[in-house]
């Protein structure tokens, strides 16, 4: 399937389903009706023990107040009772002797009246006249006073604050409704427009987000999320982009290099069934139709290993055993010398001259795959006389080894260094300057050294003056 079928598929399953602001807003709204019926739920249980703490604490300061006078008279007790009674307060007078007076005086019992001749306070509920009301007393100078209410008046005073909690209720839920609702359109609008640009993407567009949010602070609105959200698409668009472009200019160099030796072979082949080749020069069109054929297969057989390593093909085999990486080196040096001599160029190998054998853990045979890979690519590009090394050590640190290939050749640049691993940059780049093979040879070596569990890295200038590429080993691959 196509990226834009793709993407126009995906479009028509997600037709169906709600949206992330409506999710948004019914969330909020729910979260915002919960908190505000917790809130009203709390409070109207909340009313009744409000209402009754605070006629309690007017009962007290008056029942304080009263106490404090040296002697109530009977005259005093019933003009208090007066005043007192037509809020529902009912008034008892304790004397030192214990005897109470007053139309409240039924409602203190034995305990109440011991407690407040030892001047202690009063706080309790009693039965008065088949009413429940609260009692509070307060010891004096003079015996005490000891005042109540009924309940009922309690629970009036709990029902107005109730009502009265009614539209600051309704007032807060219409509040954080709107609230959840704006916060969530807030948080929405750029997930949406993120999406937006998320399916573009999917479906092959390039260069749908202009700025990321660091070079625009317009686009980092939203939380940090977001923000994150939003800068991941810009680096992925630009990646996409610059991906893409790679691809089709590495198409591009593929087809060159396997159109040049077709239109060779086939020029060629073309000229022997006319029969306008000369006889003397059958031998050498043979020759050069099989340098030809033999380019184009190392051509065809390097894109077949590059994409076996790049799709971790399970036909791409690693078969780890006890590798003797001298003894491997040692064997690699007597082809390579010959080779390098016959292009005229000197050839050297380092190893260890004393200690036990460097025995790891490996592929063997992919080791010197790798090393032939960037031995044959030094010989491309070392001139005649100059030298190349292969050579071997123990790793400095953590166990392991490392496997280098120097050359003489004209090195690297910095910025050759920062692509030398990418298929085809290299050779795109000096395809008119320097001798080139297919151009994936690095690309090859670095994921076959990766799939070794090791890393290869590149110094674009060694001791030899050329390139130094230096392939480090675990002990014990992963």
């Not at 003797?324 to 190998?349: K, P, Y």
């Amino acid at each position: 399937m196509t990226p834009g079928r793709a993407g126009a598929a995906a479009t028509t399953g997600n037709r169906g389903r709600r949206t992330l602001a409506r999710e948004l807003v019914l969330f909020a709204g729910f979260v915002a009706l919960v908190a505000v019926l917790l809130s009203g739920v709390t409070a109207w249980y909340t009313a009744r023990g409000n209402a009754e703490a605070q006629e309690r604490d007017r009962l007290a300061r008056q029942a304080t107040v009263l106490s404090r006078v040296p002697r109530l008279s009977a005259l005093l007790v019933e003009g208090e009772q007066q005043i007192a009674g037509a809020n529902g307060v009912r008034l008892a007078v304790l004397d030192p002797s214990g005897a109470l007076t007053g139309p409240a005086a039924d409602a203190v019992s034995h305990a109440g009246r011991d407690r407040l001749l030892t001047h202690r306070p009063l706080s309790t509920t009693a039965t008065l006249d088949g009413q429940e009301v609260l009692v509070e007393g307060r010891a004096g100078r003079a015996g005490g006073v000891v005042l109540t209410k009924a309940t009922t008046e309690v629970d009036a005073a709990a029902a107005r604050i109730r009502r009265n909690l009614v539209l600051p209720l309704c007032a807060g839920l219409l509040g954080a409704g709107a609230a959840g609702l704006l916060l969530a359109r807030r948080i929405a609008r750029p997930l949406t427009a993120a999406a937006g640009v998320a399916g573009r993407l999917a479906a092959g567009e390039r260069g749908t987000t202009a700025t990321a949010p660091d070079e625009d602070p317009r686009a980092a609105a939203g939380p940090r999320e977001v923000a994150e959200v939003s800068r991941a698409l810009a680096v992925l668009d630009r990646e996409l982009a610059r991906s893409e472009e790679r691809r089709r200019e590495f198409l591009l160099s593929v087809s060159h290099e396997i159109r040049t030796p077709l239109t060779t072979i086939r020029g060629y082949a073309e000229a022997l069934a006319d029969g306008v080749v000369p006889a003397d020069r059958v031998p050498a069109t043979g020759r050069l139709l099989g340098a030809e054929s033999e380019r184009l297969d190392r051509f065809l057989r390097d894109l077949l290993d590059l994409a076996r390593l790049e799709a971790d093909a399970a036909d791409f085999r690693i078969d780890t055993t006890d590798t003797d990486l001298t003894a491997l080196v040692t064997h690699a040096a007597g082809t390579w010398r010959e080779r390098c001599a016959r292009h005229g160029v000197r050839f050297a190998l380092e190893r260890p001259e004393s200690g036990p054998p460097l025995t790891l853990r490996t592929d063997g045979f992919r080791v010197r795959q790798l090393a032939d890979c960037l031995l044959e690519n030094a010989l491309r590009l070392t001139p005649e006389g100059g030298p190349v090394v292969l050579a071997v050590a123990p790793a400095p640190e953590g166990g392991g080894a490392l496997l280098q290939v120097r050359d003489g050749g004209p090195g690297l640049t910095d910025e050759d260094v920062e692509v030398a691993f990418e298929r085809g940059a290299l050779h795109d780049r000096y395809r008119g300057e320097r001798p080139v093979g297919s151009g994936l040879g690095l690309a090859i070596a670095h994921r076959l050294a990766t799939r070794l569990g090791g890393t290869l890295t590149v110094l674009g200038h060694g001791p030899e003056g050329g390139a130094a590429f230096t392939l480090t080993l675990p002990a014990d691959p992963p």
